[in-house]
C-alpha cells in the first residue's frame, strides 16, 4: 500500500480546540470505517485498512477543495470508501455529489446496493437518484401538440406508434424510455420527448397551464428529484454531454448557476476514470451525420411523406428551401464518400475497406450545404417573428437552434477552422451506410485541466487501474514511492497534474490466489508457425482447469480462426466454446458463461474490462497477445504524431502505458473475491524478450511466475 503524505494519519488531534464538541468530517469517516465502526452493521463486513485510509484521503481532498486521484487495487471497497465521505460532506456543506460511472452495471450497483444500504447505516438524511440526460423523459405537453397535429406530422404507422406512446404514458411512473418494454419509433419518441428550450417549468412543470391539462411533464417531475438529491448517480457520458452545455443542461434560464460543474455547488467523483479522457473527447468535438442532417430538416417537411412542421403551420412557401437543403445535404456526402474512398486508396496502408478515414487538409470538398441550410434559417426566422403561437413558435426556434449548429458543424470540418484538432470521417450504421464527419483536440488534456480540474470545485477520481508500475516491486527509495510515480500517465492524460494521489494495493493474497504462465517459446506473430502455437498452447491451458477461461484476443479474425480450430476438440472434451460475435448478445454469452462451469469464452476488447464473474466459473484467464492498439484510429495516429513531432518517443510515451493498462485490465478478470484462485497465461513472449516487456510484469501485483 503507497500513500501520498496527504493520506498519511494525521499527528494533530482533529478534534481539539473550540469544537471538540463537534467531531470534524474526517473523524466522522474515521468513527464509520473503523474496526467496529457503523459500517460493521452491513452484512458481510470485513475491516479493510486500505479502504479506510481511502476514505480518509477523500474527505481530507474534498474539505480542502482539492482534486484528487486515487488508485485502489480489487478487493479495496472503493466504492464505499467514496460515497461515505461524498454523503458526510454532502450534508455538512450543502453541496451535490455527482457520482460518474463509466458502466450500468456499477450504476446499479451503486443506486440499487450500495446507496439504499448506507441510508440504513449512516447517522445523517440524505436522498440519491439515478440521473439521466431529458432526452430520455417524455413531455406531457409534447405529445399533447403531436397528437393534435398528428396527421401533418406522422404517417399512419407513426400515427399507431404515437397512440401506443399515449396507452404508455397513461400508465407508466418513471416516463423515461428504460420504462418500455419495446422502445418506440425514434421519429416518434423525439416529436414527444423533452429537449432543451421547448420543455421548462413554465411551460410545462407543476402549476402550468400545460400540467393541469395534461398532468405534469415527466422531465419537469424528474427535474426536481434531480435538483433536491444530495447524490446523483450519472454515467461520464452524460456529465460531459452536460458540462460543455456549461450549466444549461438541467438549470433554468432565470436561475443563479453559482458555482458548480453541472449543478450549482456540487462536486464530481469520477469512478472508472481510466476511460476519462476517451469520453471527454466524445462530447467536447463535433460530430455531424448525413442522419443527423437529413432528420433535423425532415422535422421541417419530409418530401416522401408530406408531413412536417410546415404541413401543420400550412406554410408551403418553405417547402422548396427543406427539399434543396436535403437535397444538397445528401449531394455533401456523396462527394466526401467519393473523395475518402480517392484517399483512401493513394495511401500505401490501405486495407479493403476504411471504416474511419483521417482527413489531414481542409476543403476535401466543396461547401454546397451550408447556404441552402442558412436560407432554411432566414425563413425559419421570418417565421418565429410572425409566429402568434406560441407552442409553434418554441418549436421553431429549437428547429432553428439545431440547424443553426449543424450548419456550424459543417463548416468548421470542411475549413478545419478549429486549431490543433483532428478531422475524420466515421462509416456509422449497421451497414456503415451512412458517415459521420467528426473533430476532437488532440490534447484533450488541455480542455479537462480548464474546464474540470480548473473550477476550483474538488474532483476524485479512482479505479483499480489508473497506474503503470506498481510502486512495491519498485527499488525507488520510500519517499519517491510515495509520489506514486506510476500514475503520472494517468494524470497527465487527464489534465489532472497538480492532483493530490495514491495508490492503495489490493488486499488480496496473488502469490496464494494466482499463478501466472508466460509460453517463452511462441514464436513471433509474423511467423508462420505463430497460429498453430497459438492454437496449441489456447488448448494446454484450457486443458488444465477444464473451461472456466476467457480467452482475450485483440484481432476479431484471428479469434474465430484459433475458436473454430479447437471447437471440435473441445467438444469431444465436453467444454463449449462461446465465441463473441456469432449473434449471441455479449450479456447474453457472459451469463451462459457463468451458468456452464465447463465452458471457455473467446473475447474481444468488451470482455478485457468491465466484466466480473466471481467464484469458479472463470478460474482462468489467457491473454493471446499483448494488447496494443493498432494506430489507426485518427484520434491515436494524431497523438502519436503530436509526441514524435516535439521530440518524444510515442512507443514508449503512449503505446506501452496504453497497452499495460489494458493488459492489467485482462489479468483483473481473474481475482474479484480473496475466495477466488485460478491461472493467468500470456502467450506472448514479448515480456521475456523486450526491453519494455518487464514494464508490464512489473505493472502487476506479486505473483508465482512459471515459464513453459
Excluded at 141 to 148: D, E, K, N, S, V
Excluded at 164 to 176: F, I, L, N, P, Q
Excluded at 454 to 475: F, H, K, M, Q, W
Aim: some cysteine; charged content about 25%; overall charge negative.
Amino acid at each position: 500500500m503507497i500513500l501520498s503524505t496527504d493520506y498519511q494519519p494525521s499527528d494533530s488531534n482533529p478534534e481539539s480546540g473550540a469544537d471538540a464538541e463537534v467531531p470534524s468530517l474526517e473523524t466522522q469517516v474515521g468513527e464509520v470505517f473503523g474496526p467496529d465502526g457503523l459500517l460493521s452493521q452491513a452484512s458481510n463486513f470485513e475491516y479493510r485498512q486500505p479502504q479506510q485510509a481511502m476514505a480518509t484521503g477523500v474527505i481530507r481532498a474534498l474539505e480542502a477543495g482539492k482534486n484528487c486521484v486515487v488508485e485502489a487495487g480489487t478487493g479495496v471497497g472503493k466504492s464505499l470508501a467514496y460515497l461515505i465521505p461524498a454523503i458526510l460532506f454532502s450534508q455538512a456543506h450543502h453541496r451535490k455529489a455527482l457520482i460518474c460511472t463509466h458502466t450500468i452495471n456499477l450504476q446499479e450497483q451503486l443506486a440499487e446496493k450500495d446507496l439504499p444500504m448506507l441510508q440504513r447505516i449512516l447517522p445523517v438524511d440524505f436522498t440519491y437518484t439515478l440521473l439521466k440526460g431529458r432526452g430520455n423523459y417524455l413531455c406531457t405537453r409534447r405529445l399533447a401538440r403531436a397528437l393534435q397535429k398528428a396527421d401533418g406530422l406522422f404517417t399512419s404507422p407513426e400515427i399507431a406508434e404515437l397512440k401506443r406512446v399515449e396507452a404508455w404514458a397513461k400508465e407508466t411512473t418513471d416516463g423515461s424510455l428504460s420504462d418500455f418494454d419495446v422502445e418506440p419509433d425514434p421519429k416518434v419518441w423525439e416529436a414527444v420527448a423533452s429537449e432543451r428550450g421547448l420543455c421548462s417549468p413554465k411551460f410545462c412543470g407543476r402549476g402550468s397551464e400545460s400540467a393541469s391539462l395534461h398532468g405534469e411533464c415527466f422531465f419537469q417531475k424528474a427535474r426536481r428529484r434531480f435538483m433536491s438529491a444530495d447524490v446523483l448517480v450519472l454515467n461520464h457520458a452524460l456529465f460531459f454531454s452536460n458540462l460543455t452545455l456549461g450549466l444549461a443542461g438541467y438549470m433554468d434560464e432565470d436561475e443563479d448557476p453559482g458555482e458548480g460543474l453541472i449543478f450549482r455547488n456540487d462536486f464530481a467523483i469520477f469512478d472508472e476514470a481510466q476511460h476519462l479522457d476517451r469520453v471527454a473527447s466524445r462530447h467536447i468535438g463535433l460530430n455531424v451525420s448525413s442522419g443527423q442532417i437529413r432528420f433535423n430538416l425532415q422535422r421541417l417537411w419530409n418530401p416522401r411523406t408530406e408531413k412536417g412542421l410546415l404541413s401543420t403551420l400550412r406554410k408551403g412557401a418553405m417547402v422548396r428551401q427543406v427539399a434543396d437543403a436535403i437535397d444538397e445535404a445528401d449531394k455533401l456526402f456523396g462527394d466526401v464518400e467519393t473523395a475518402c474512398d480517392a484517399e483512401h486508396n493513394k495511401s500505401p496502408r490501405r486495407q479493403r475497406d476504411w471504416s474511419e478515414l483521417r482527413i489531414r487538409e481542409a476543403e476535401l470538398v466543396d461547401d454546397t450545404v451550408s447556404l441552402p441550410l442558412q436560407r432554411v434559417r432566414e425563413s425559419l426566422g421570418d417565421l418565429i417573428e410572425a409566429s402568434e403561437d406560441e407552442e409553434s413558435t418554441a418549436e421553431l426556434i429549437e428547429c432553428n437552434r439545431r440547424i443553426g449548429e449543424i450548419r456550424e458543424a459543417v463548416s468548421t470540418f470542411i475549413g478545419q477552422s478549429a486549431e490543433k484538432h483532428v478531422y475524420w470521417v466515421e462509416r456509422t450504421g449497421r451497414q456503415g451506410q451512412s458517415l459521420a464527419l467528426n473533430a476532437a483536440p488532440i490534447d484533450t488534456a488541455a480542455f479537462l485541466r480548464r474546464h474540470l480540474f480548473g473550477r476550483g470545485v474538488p474532483v476524485i477520481c479512482t479505479s483499480a487501474t489508473l497506474s503503470i508500475a506498481d510502486p512495491e516491486r519498485s527499488d525507488l527509495p520510500p519517499e519517491q514511492k510515495a509520489l506514486c510515480p506510476g500514475l503520472e500517465y494517468f494524470m497527465k492524460q487527464a489534465g489532472a497534474e497538480t492532483a493530490r494521489r495514491a495508490q492503495l494495493g489490493s488486499p488480496f493474497d496473488y502469490q496464494q490466489q494466482v499463478k501466472l504462465y508466460i509460453a517463452g517459446r511462441m514464436p513471433d506473430p509474423r511467423d508462420n508457425e505463430y497460429g498453430d502455437a497459438l492454437v496449441h498452447w489456447v488448448e494446454h491451458f484450457v486443458r488444465m482447469t477444464h473451461g472456466k477461461a476467457f480467452v482475450l484476443f485483440t484481432n476479431g479474425k484471428l479469434m474465430r480462426d484459433v475458436a473454430a480450430d479447437l471447437e471440435p476438440i473441445f467438444d469431444d472434451l465436453g467444454i463449449r466454446a462461446l465465441v463473441q460475435g456469432t449473434g449471441t448478445p455479449r450479456a447474453a454469452m457472459l451469463e451462459e458463461f457463468k451458468h456452464d462451469t465447463d465452458s471457455v469464452l473467446f473475447g474481444l476488447d468488451s470482455f478485457w474490462q468491465g466484466v466480473d464473474v466471481p467464484g469458479e466459473a472463470l478460474s482462468n484467464v489467457i491473454i493471446t497477445r499483448l494488447p496494443f492498439a493498432v494506430p489507426d484510429h485518427p484520434l491515436i495516429e494524431a497523438r502519436v504524431e503530436s509526441i514524435e513531432a516535439r521530440g518524444g518517443n510515442a512507443f514508449m510515451e503512449f503505446n506501452v502505458p496504453e497497452a499495460i493498462l489494458k493488459f492489467r485490465q485482462g489479468v483483473g478478470r481473474l481475482i474479484r473475491t480473496r475466495n477466488d484462485s485460478g491461472i493467468v497465461a500470456v502467450l506472448d513472449n514479448r515480456v521475456l524478450t523486450k526491453r519494455y516487456g518487464e514494464h508490464f510484469l512489473n505493472s502487476l501485483p506479486q505473483m508465482e511466475i512459471q515459464t513453459v
